[in-house]
């Protein structure tokens, strides 16, 4: 890796984007500093540099400023070989789209869990469905999403397995409880080194904060499940 | 490898991707869909439904950033940097402009003055980084025409458009922005690749929309 340039990562601790580019710089042990802001609270330095208040950023040096989680995963995947992203344009393409995709999906999952509005709710909980049986179907027969071997895509998506393992763990119904791969496939990733390492200790305390100080309807509906109190036996919002 | 190109009429990101291709002389198919009775082949092959989608043999290319990256692997003179930093910085000039044309759609369906002269401020806060860029180089990255440049022609293709019904020069403080605008229109083939009727389709669908602008 080029020593000229200093790397430093801005980001945000819940921010799924954040997460899978942290995740990807774990995974190939790149030396850099990160800074964590706050969205509410945005420092000055920080304006300056991102003024759409975008995260993550990427800072390279003293002057560069890369933006879009996909752009610097794959910068920082091409300076650390041996590289994850393959060398044929087609599949690297066909990987481009999935990062896309891992990106949509990622913010309807986001979308359900703050969601304040009981219609908006349903809806983000009907396509995330549609798109759990679409990457089920995917998995078919692999281990990983290209095949056997780990690649920027898996990465990619381990924020969306993140939030689930969350959600597992506060409410008692599991969102993958039908799609037998897809919760292999989380658990393997969401298992992996970088994986444990993209993502900051307080994480879940983060996100359950957040569904409860933004009165959001997860939060409505089951309250028991984020005060802490004694859990009920048998209070599932997701019914089938 | 059969290039087929799924496009509809009026798609500035269709325009991204067509521009290039017929800049680059690469042979292609292109079929339009009606973007409000998609067909059933199309949603069973992207299940993001996206415009443009181009099939190479069967395989799926989605995003037209993505797509014009694929394409420029099919010619022997790339228009991307080698360099990892250099390439991570072409890209981001790339996705610059997809905030650009956000902004604009947005000005051709404001319904207020307040919301079009809100988007106004908007977009020549962007106008502002552009001109800072293209004091240094004569295309967005260079001075030589690169990849991220594709990304910016449908800006100029949809304000060329507008402009008859704008009562003022848009570009006006910028002429920087405004002069690329015109070398982007008049490089081979790029112009011509805005499809037949482009600007009467795309005012009679602003226009259904009653936006503050034209009834200026």
């Not at chain 1, 980001?11 to 042990?29: D, E, G, Q």
Request: charged share 25%; aromatic share 12%; glycine share 4%.
């Amino acid at each position: 890796m080029d020593k000229r340039f200093k790397h430093t990562l801005v980001a945000h601790k819940i921010c799924p984007f954040s997460m899978k580019v942290l995740t990807v710089m774990r995974h190939k042990n790149v030396k850099f500093e990160i800074k964590f802001i706050e969205t509410h609270n945005k420092p000055e330095w920080f304006i300056r540099i991102s003024p759409l208040g975008n995260v993550p950023v990427l800072i390279i040096g003293e002057e560069v400023v890369l933006s879009e989680s996909a752009i610097i995963m794959e910068y920082i995947d091409e300076i650390t070989p041996p590289k994850l992203m393959p060398d044929d344009p087609l599949q690297k393409a066909l990987d481009r789209a999935k990062f896309e995709y891992s990106n949509e999906i990622i913010r309807n999952l986001y979308s359900f869990i703050f969601s304040t509005e009981q219609e908006k709710f349903v809806r983000q909980k009907e396509c995330l469905i549609k798109h759990f049986k679409w990457i089920e179907e995917q998995l078919k027969d692999k281990k990983f999403i290209n095949g056997n071997e780990l690649s920027l895509v898996d990465l990619s998506f381990v924020p969306l397995f993140v939030a689930l393992n969350m959600l597992k763990s506060t409410l008692p119904c599991d969102m993958l409880k039908d799609f037998k791969r897809l919760k292999i496939y989380g658990d393997m990733i969401t298992s992996l080194p970088c994986s444990k390492t993209g993502r900051v200790p307080d994480y879940e305390f983060l996100m359950i904060d957040g569904i409860k100080t933004q009165n959001t309807v997860l939060y409505r509906s089951n309250p028991c499940y984020f005060n802490n109190d004694s859990k009920p036996q048998g209070c599932c919002f997701f019914r089938n | 490898m059969s290039l087929t190109l799924v496009s509809y009429n009026i798609s500035p990101f269709v325009l991204r991707v067509t521009s290039a291709l017929n800049y680059l002389q690469i042979p292609y198919q292109q079929k339009d869909v009606d973007v409000m009775n998609k067909p059933e082949w199309f949603i069973k092959a992207n299940p993001l439904e996206k415009i443009p989608t181009l099939f190479v043999g069967d395989k799926v290319i989605q995003e037209s950033l993505v797509i014009l990256e694929y394409i420029n692997s099919l010619v022997p003179n790339s228009l991307l940097p080698n360099d990892p930093l250099e390439k991570a910085i072409n890209r981001s000039r790339a996705e610059f402009s997809n905030d650009i044309i956000g902004v604009i759609l947005g000005l051709t369906a404001a319904s207020t003055e307040e919301a079009f002269n809100n988007g106004l401020i908007e977009l020549k806060w962007y106008f502002d980084k552009l001109e800072n860029w293209l004091k240094q180089t004569k295309f967005i990255y260079s001075d030589e025409l690169t990849l991220a440049d594709f990304a910016y022609v449908p800006i100029y293709a949809i304000l060329q458009a507008l402009s008859p019904y704008l009562k003022f020069n848009i570009f006006e403080g910028f002429p920087k922005v405004q002069l690329y605008g015109t070398t982007l229109l008049a490089l081979p083939r790029v112009g011509t690749s805005k499809p037949e009727g482009y600007e009467q389709i795309l005012l009679e669908r602003i226009k259904t929309r009653k936006p503050y602008f034209l009834s200026v």
